[in-house]
């Protein structure tokens, strides 16, 4: 006897389920620009490299007695590779009833379900490609009741933040649970003009507010991601979608009991790059390329920018310094001269608790004169916001460096060192700081000397003048107030240097940031 | 050919107009200078053409989005 007829059914049970919802289903999604979930595993991960778990879920019908069909279970997931190490995937399948929850005895993933199971007890990276629009009020009329909101596992999704790297790549049109947990990332990637995600779709808004929009001009990437930063980043299309998740995790240690990996790099570390001496410019209201910047002093091609249209006053991005992945975080002059408005302080919040959970050391290259100012700013809780990211870094315990390139003021400009830590600041030769810029103090602290002058608009200037006498960071050096000034073209060499020693510090403490308190 | 607009990406005002009307623009020159939190903030052309319009004058305030040029490209 042998159980050869059984072998035969699990291989006719798996091929109905890689047919998804049929192929007309699969050519209309199709014509939508739109890869399925199974051509999304295979196009993200390592060439036959996904194990699927729970191919068998489904619905099947019977004739006879005789297994005559199975519509899949909407969810497709399973354990892969990229790059050669293991992640945890799993996404809807759109073709089925439009990936919305099916009733099985244990949810395959979405919002928890054994996809995120696996990635938490084998301490893997887990990796959702969104593709559904969430509950459906048809759902009542199915189970003759109505459903208290959220389902068990969502608390697995949290629980995952701080564990191991979360990516969700928005693939369709993600409404209400599924955008949801879109967010619950470390990082997050929509596909330009195919994919959109909002609490609501289209229609729920025109019942709600009388408002007529179309789904990419309510949830587009030019919202989602360059207004509202809701998702980080976006994709020319799904297979540059894939380039950036693999990219990204590159970048990522497996979980957070380990340290990121090593790439190996032919980019010496001490290469000493001319063009730094004179990128910034003598002129202090005239603004410079900071991404240049970056590229010059970063291992060669190593970057990998995170929200790059969004809160563009700050620069947050993933590089490696001698093969040692590093976190930039770097003022953008040409943006609010550099100030921190609300968006880039939550840019900045966010990528710094990144770097943190992931032991992945900060180098902070500031040019920042403040938080931003005005009306607009404090209607928007600027001040909040930016304490909050100041809080963030005060909290933080992964080594940073800092690296004044210009202006360096205020609350803001506290917010780049590493108070917890070796507290290592140095600075180019244009670099200066204090409390708050000259121009902006001068007026308020000698206003009574301004006034009284015979000419206010000469003492005014001549007090400017006085007390910038005293704004050379070699003053400061002088007094040890800050650790050193060098030679802009010898910051790689200098930062490679302590990026390099700082390795074994950082083995010391893997493990789970636990971050006791209230942020503001 | 087509027109493509230039919009401000900061707030701010225009501090100094740098092209007019009728002018050869090349890519990443400057059609204009922003002045935005005491830093002269230069908005570039994305792409070689011709200045077709300007939106603004010197001294204007400028908001985020808004049109300060139309580029014939």
């Excluded at chain 1, 559904?132 to 969502?154: C, L, N, Y």
């Excluded at chain 1, 970056?294 to 790059?308: C, G, N, Y």
């Excluded at chain 1, 700050?314 to 490696?320: E, G, H, K, Q, S």
Aim: glycine share 10%.
């Amino acid at each position: 006897m042998t159980w050869k007829p059984e072998a035969e059914e699990l291989e006719l049970r798996r091929r109905y389920a890689d047919q998804l919802g049929g192929p007309e289903a699969v050519a209309t999604h199709h014509s939508k620009g739109r890869l399925t979930v199974r051509e999304r595993i295979a196009g993200l991960c390592d060439p036959a490299s996904f194990q699927e778990v729970g191919k068998l879920a489904g619905k099947g019908t019977y004739v006879d007695g005789k297994l005559a069909g199975v519509v899949p279970a909407p969810y497709v997931m399973g354990l892969a590779r990229i790059d050669g190490r293991p992640v945890a995937i799993g996404g809807e399948d759109f073709t089925v009833r439009g990936g919305t929850s099916w009733g099985s005895d244990r949810r395959k993933g979405g919002q928890g379900g054994f996809v995120e199971d696996l990635a938490h007890e084998y301490r893997i990276p887990l990796v959702n490609l969104i593709d559904g629009a969430g509950g459906s009020v048809t759902s009542a009329a199915r189970r003759g009741h109505t459903v208290f909101p959220g389902v068990h596992g969502f608390e697995r999704s949290v629980q995952l933040m701080g564990e191991v790297p979360v990516v969700c790549a928005v693939m369709g049109t993600a409404a209400g649970g599924p955008a949801g947990r879109a967010i619950l990332a470390h990082w997050s990637v929509m596909v330009k003009d195919t994919s959109q995600v909002f609490a609501a779709g289209p229609p729920v808004v025109e019942r709600s507010l009388g408002q007529k929009l179309t789904k990419e001009e309510l949830g587009g990437a030019h919202v989602a991601v360059d207004m509202a930063g809701t998702i980080d980043n976006a994709a020319r299309d799904e297979a540059d979608c894939f380039a950036m998740i693999r990219r990204y995790l590159s970048y990522m240690p497996g979980n957070v009991w380990e340290l990121p990996p090593v790439a190996a790099t032919d980019d010496p570390p001490d290469r000493r790059e001319e063009a730094l001496l004179d990128i910034v410019p003598r002129e202090r209201r005239q603004p410079y390329n900071m991404r240049k910047l970056i590229a010059l002093v970063v291992d060669r091609d190593s970057t990998f920018e995170i929200q790059p249209t969004f809160g563009r006053a700050i620069i947050t991005l993933l590089a490696r310094m001698n093969g040692k992945v590093v976190g930039v975080i770097a003022n953008n002059p040409m943006v609010n001269g550099g100030a921190m408005d609300v968006k880039a302080a939550r840019k900045q919040t966010h990528f710094l608790q990144l770097c943190d959970t992931f032991h992945i050391p900060i180098i902070f290259l500031v040019d920042v004169p403040g938080f931003m100012v005005g009306l607009q700013a404090e209607q928007a809780a600027t001040l909040r916001e930016g304490m909050k990211s100041v809080y963030a870094a005060l909290q933080a315990t992964v080594p940073m460096l800092t690296v004044v390139i210009r202006k360096c003021y205020g609350m803001a400009g506290m917010g780049t060192t590493d108070k917890n830590g070796l507290d290592f600041k140095i600075a180019w030769p244009s670099a200066e700081w204090g409390s708050l810029p000259v121009e902006g103090g001068v007026a308020a602290a000698y206003r009574r000397e301004i006034e009284s002058a015979p000419d206010p608009q000469k003492r005014l200037r001549e007090l400017e003048a006085e007390l910038r006498a005293y704004a050379s960071p070699l003053l400061t050096a002088e007094a040890f107030a800050v650790e050193d000034v060098i030679d802009p073209r010898e910051t790689r060499a200098y930062l490679c240097r302590f990026i390099d020693a700082m390795q074994g510090r950082l083995a010391t403490t893997v493990g789970v940031k636990l971050r006791a308190g209230v942020p503001p | 050919m087509a027109r493509k607009e230039v919009k401000s990406e900061i707030t701010g005002s225009v501090w100094k107009i740098v092209k007019q009307p009728g002018d050869g623009v090349g890519e990443e020159d400057a059609l204009m200078i922003l002045e935005s939190m005491k830093m002269e903030i230069p908005v570039l052309a994305e792409a070689n053409g011709t200045l077709a319009e300007l939106a603004v004058k010197e001294g204007d305030p400028v908001t985020e989005g808004q049109l300060l040029a139309v580029l014939d490209v």
